[in-house]
């Protein structure tokens, strides 16, 4: 069976802002109350969508959720209208305030894990939304995720939207980002290979769970000879991987992984080869590529895609381009014979301040053909939709935010209507809560 991967990209949403919220996410932590730019990096994640028509790939979009996320205030006892609301939030805890407000929606490589059909069972394309328990502000996401996953995924005959885990931190969920996939061609049967942590003490928390892991892949189905659990590495957490997407990612036959991402990272390869025959390795040295740069420029959380022409490509933030030695390091992978045959670097400067590099702003989901028609065509782009969504972005998005504008009521009447004005501008109806009102 043939199938296609789509990347659903987040669209970057009207109040991202640098609130340091993601303890153990270095660049979320050094940005911290800095001013950020949410019309530039809307427009630069669109840009980067753009990029992956033009390879031709399919390209989708996950919404913005609406924030400040008025449901938390008001399960957390603030009362009265929007405004009260908000204004009461900011003088009684502002940062609290910053955690409703937090666009960290944009990184959907957490909204879900996703399998596809020729994994699974009973044949269908399973999602489950990621609970992302570990930061209160990502904890708050998962219930708009589910509603959308329901909406783009309605078709039950293909697909099967299953809720976010229970069980809080004792089974934290962190998505795709700590999920990879093995397979020849995207239509054939994979391996799949979810990252957990035991970790426990030190700076930093890990955010996957092992439980979880194993939950997600009972729920979806799959075969337990075709699915590995792997345990990411403690001290590549400590050194700022709060993600495993932060040091490796798959495509196809490849694992193209830092040698510091996994704990006891030869044993790790070597169960993963046995459920894998066909793995194909691209191990970057500590010797060649510090840890400490690999995070710093995310050389790992590139996208990694197959081209029509079956070759691959590494879609690279700047920042790789900027650090000497992941800079040679990408210069020289190519003169040599891996599937990796070029290069790309793309500007995600704004998201990459906040830990989100190309591929935490995308989540895959490979289809078939039948299936890729039952999805959402709403939710689908081309060339033309992204320039209206560039329109959009330059009516309606703020240019600049700071930490300080955060309890601005008149910032929340912004975001009120741009996210009104992109359902029109997309067709969907009354989407979010405060539509339905
Ligand atoms: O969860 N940053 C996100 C970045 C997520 C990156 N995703 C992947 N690696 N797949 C996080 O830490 C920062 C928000 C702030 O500090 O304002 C934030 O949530």
């Given at each position: 069976m043939t199938a296609q991967e789509i990347n659903f990209d987040g669209l970057i949403g009207p109040t991202h802002n640098y609130a340091g919220l993601s303890l153990g996410n270095v660049a979320s932590s050094k940005n911290a109350g800095g001013v950020a730019r949410p019309k530039l990096a809307a427009l630069q994640g669109l840009e980067k969508m753009r990029l992956m028509l033009s390879l031709g790939l399919g390209q989708g979009v996950l919404l913005p959720h609406l924030r400040p996320h008025l449901p938390t205030l008001h399960a957390l006892g603030f009362r009265g209208s929007p405004e009260r609301m908000i204004a009461d939030a900011h003088t009684a805890d502002p940062a609290l305030l910053r955690v409703a407000t937090s666009a960290s929606s944009m990184w959907t490589a957490n909204a879900a894990t996703v399998s596809p059909s020729a994994d699974t069972l009973d044949g269908k394309v399973h999602l489950t939304p990621a609970n992302l328990a570990t930061m209160l502000h990502r904890s708050i996401e998962h219930p708009f995720t589910e509603k959308m996953l329901h909406t783009i995924f309605h078709d039950q005959t293909h697909f099967s939207v299953h809720s976010a885990l229970p069980g809080g931190t004792h089974l934290g969920d962190e998505g795709a980002a700590n999920h990879g996939r093995l397979s020849g061609d995207h239509g054939h049967a994979g391996v799949e290979m979810f990252v957990y942590s035991d970790k426990s003490g030190g700076r930093y928390p890990g955010r996957q769970t092992l439980r979880a892991s194993q939950a997600v892949a009972r729920l979806h189905g799959l075969s337990p000879e075709r699915t590995v659990f792997m345990q990411q590495a403690n001290a590549a957490i400590e050194a700022g991987a709060f993600h495993n997407d932060v040091v490796s990612v798959t495509n196809g036959s490849v694992l193209f992984a830092h040698s510091g991402a996994f704990e006891n990272q030869p044993a790790a390869m070597e169960s993963l080869r046995i459920a894998y025959p066909a793995l194909e390795v691209v191990e970057v040295a500590e010797a060649v590529v510090p840890m400490a740069d690999a995070i710093s420029s995310y050389l790992f959380n590139s996208q990694l895609i197959t081209l029509p022409d079956e070759s691959m490509i590494l879609i690279l933030p700047t920042e790789v381009q900027q650090t000497l030695s992941t800079a040679a390091y990408v210069a020289d992978l190519l003169t040599h014979n891996t599937p990796i045959k070029q290069a790309r670097y793309i500007d995600v400067r704004e998201s990459m301040k906040n830990g989100g590099g190309p591929a935490c702003l995308?989540?895959?989901?490979?289809?078939?053909?039948?299936?890729?028609?039952?999805?959402?065509?709403?939710?689908?782009?081309?060339?033309?939709?992204?320039?209206?969504?560039?329109?959009?972005?330059?009516?309606?998005?703020?240019?600049?935010?700071?930490?300080?504008?955060?309890?601005?009521?008149?910032?929340?009447?912004?975001?009120?209507?741009?996210?009104?004005?992109?359902?029109?501008?997309?067709?969907?109806?009354?989407?979010?809560?405060?539509?339905?009102?």
């Open positions: 995308r989540l895959r989901v490979v289809l078939t053909e039948a299936e890729k028609s039952a999805v959402d065509q709403r939710f689908l782009m081309d060339a033309k939709k992204l320039a209206v969504l560039e329109a959009w972005v330059k009516a309606t998005y703020p240019d600049e935010i700071r930490p300080d504008d955060l309890g601005d009521i008149a910032l929340h009447r912004q975001c009120l209507e741009a996210l009104d004005a992109l359902t029109k501008t997309l067709n969907l109806g009354s989407l979010y809560e405060f539509q339905a009102l």
